[in-house]
């Protein structure tokens, strides 16, 4: 019944072990089956912390269902009172077995841990209200006896959860640690869809996909890139590091009402034979054919940030509306040729205000050519360096915090923004960096920060420092 994955957690004895992994891929459920056979086979007591009441009664009855597929009798007696090593009462589920051993799940209260012995069980680590404390009143009940069993999806890059995951992969393994991980991609490749698609009703639309559309499935159903990240891909989201939070862009996106409309179609790149994207973000009613001159009648600025093969080409317009600058347009091409991009972007430079583009590297002949048919004013390229990031990235910042800027409520847009972090260098220098994946190296937020930069009222001449 068990899947390679849940198997490996089941065979392993070591006395302390961390699974890492996705979320709903029944690792709880194999966990429950290790405490039923510890308290089966009369090693020891099994106390399980959950993340709260509800969570340790279904462990509990995860743990009964194996009792019963193994045919061991065994106790369901509810909700009882035990008492912690103060002497104040506490409350777990509890399953008992002839052996005299027993399944405390208990709910989230760390206190609850102490002076018992046996194993523990720590489910949803990363969810608890503290899990460092969580962890030090647990590990000193395994002295005489017992397992500590971790496991939990994480939940921030600054929770004790991480913390323990760096020591093992960063710093040497100092607590010996068995360390577990599998991502939904993991799971999916072991046989997860197989066995959910036993479970499914019929006319289910899962019970047609394969494993890369149900993948795509899930990963669309996130909030954002870096939800999905966290939640099945084992890759904690740092919050607290981000540039721009996700409270900041919920305050300042569009309302339903007033988003812009999402629209995708499929290009071609007839000189290196291989296809390639347009995606567009337009006011209701607007096509791209006829957005130039819907903008000719507005006071606009635009931002352009250039990408030819894995990156976006990224075009931004801004206009400002009652002291607020409100994004009006978002072009996205991707591994398009330079000639289709021009004909987008030239006939919107023509008609707006003021342009400033990336000029670092794929940028330099594009910029060169704009200038020549719009002239410098009015098209300024602008250098990437880590001084003019700052520049740009500030001011940026600066209108969330004040709530003078509307983008898009769109969840690639928001990834973006939220891929902006701010580091610190070895040698103690400040610099703006990125990751980069399948939607860009944080284009948009480049675009929309040059956009911002073309608004203003520009000085003789921008310091632009050539890495």
């Known amino acids: 019944m068990l899947l390679p994955y849940q198997e490996a957690w089941r065979a392993d004895k070591s006395q302390i072990k961390l699974g890492e992994k996705s979320r709903q891929i029944g690792w709880t459920w194999t966990d429950a089956l290790t405490s039923m056979e510890a308290c089966a086979s009369n090693l020891w007591d099994v106390w399980v912390s959950s993340r709260d009441e509800l969570q ?30 103060n002497g104040e009462k506490a409350s777990a589920f509890v399953l008992a077995f002839p052996t005299g ?223 607020i600058d409100c994004c009006v347009a978002q072009i996205e091409l991707q591994r398009a040729p330079y000639y289709k991009q021009e004909a987008i972007y030239d006939p919107i430079i023509g008609v707006c205000r003021r342009t400033c583009l990336d000029e670092t590297g794929l940028g330099s002949k594009p910029v060169e050519d704009v200038q020549r048919r719009h002239g410098e004013y009015k098209a300024e390229g602008v250098t990437f360096s880590n001084a003019v990031k700052q520049d740009l990235a500030y001011p940026m910042r600066a209108s969330f915090e004040d709530r003078s800027t509307k983008i898009p409520f769109d969840r690639a847009t928001h990834a973006d923004f939220r891929k902006i972090r701010k580091e610190t260098t070895a040698a103690g220098n400040s610099r703006f960096a990125a990751a980069s994946d399948e939607g860009g190296h944080a284009d948009r937020f480049w675009s929309h920060a040059l956009a911002k930069h073309a608004g203003k009222v520009p000085t003789s001449n921008l310091e632009c420092i050539i890495i």
């Open 101 to 323: 051993r027993r399944i405390n799940s208990l709910s989230s209260n760390p206190d609850a841990q102490a002076g018992k012995r046996g194993a523990r069980k720590l489910d949803e680590f990363a969810l608890h209200k503290d899990p460092k404390r969580l962890y030090d009143i647990a590990y000193p009940g395994i002295t005489w006896g017992g397992t500590l069993d971790i496991f939990s999806t994480h939940r921030g890059a600054s929770n004790y959860f991480n913390t323990l995951i760096r020591e093992i992969v960063e710093n040497g393994n100092p607590k010996n640690i068995s360390h577990h991980k599998v991502t939904l991609e993991d799971a999916l490749d072991q046989g997860l869809l197989y066995k959910l698609q036993q479970r499914l009703p019929d006319g289910d639309p899962r019970m047609l996909m394969d494993e890369q559309v149900y993948f795509d499935h899930v990963k669309a159903g996130a909030t954002d890139e870096s939800a999905f990240l966290q939640e099945y891909m084992c890759v904690p989201e740092d919050e607290a590091s981000a540039f721009i939070t996700q409270d900041m862009l919920d305050a300042c996106s569009y309302k339903k009402e007033d988003n812009l409309v999402e629209h995708t179609e499929e290009i071609y790149d007839d000189i290196r034979h291989r296809k390639g994207s347009l995606r567009t973000l337009l006011p209701h009613g607007i096509t791209l054919e006829g957005l130039s001159k819907w903008l000719a009648a507005k006071d606009c600025y635009v931002g352009i940030d250039f990408g030819r093969h894995a990156d976006l080409t990224v075009i931004t317009v801004y206009e400002k509306v009652a002291g």
């Open 56 to 85: 340790a009664k279904l462990y509990l009855d995860d743990s009964a269902f194996w009792a019963t597929r193994y045919q061991q009798a065994a106790d369901v007696l509810g909700l009882q009172d035990i008492a912690n090593d």
